[in-house]
């Protein structure tokens, strides 16, 4: 199940992982995310039919699989330390 952005609420099988204010950052860390085969679930203002790039709007919450969430938050402080 890969999911891509949505202004719909995530799977009750995934959790929050983090909210990133920039959304090519975030698109970035979803993608190294999928690539450890980890399901991700993206939601902002972004996704929707006017993507709004600038200020708390630009906000994307990053939910992942429940069952891999300790796994999601290492390749996150990984992602963060290394960008």
Do not use: C
């Not at 949505?6 to 009750?12: C, L, V």
């Amino acid at each position: 199940m890969r999911r891509k952005h949505s202004h719909e609420d995530p799977d009750p099988a995934f959790e929050p992982l983090a909210i990133i204010g920039d959304p090519s950052t975030a698109n970035l860390l979803a993608a190294r995310l999928r690539a450890e085969d980890i399901d991700v679930w993206l939601r902002g203002e972004t996704s929707g039919p006017y993507p709004v790039g600038v200020g708390g709007l630009a906000e994307v919450q990053i939910f992942v699989d429940a069952v891999r969430l300790a796994d999601a938050r290492q390749v996150y402080d990984e992602f963060m330390r290394d960008n």
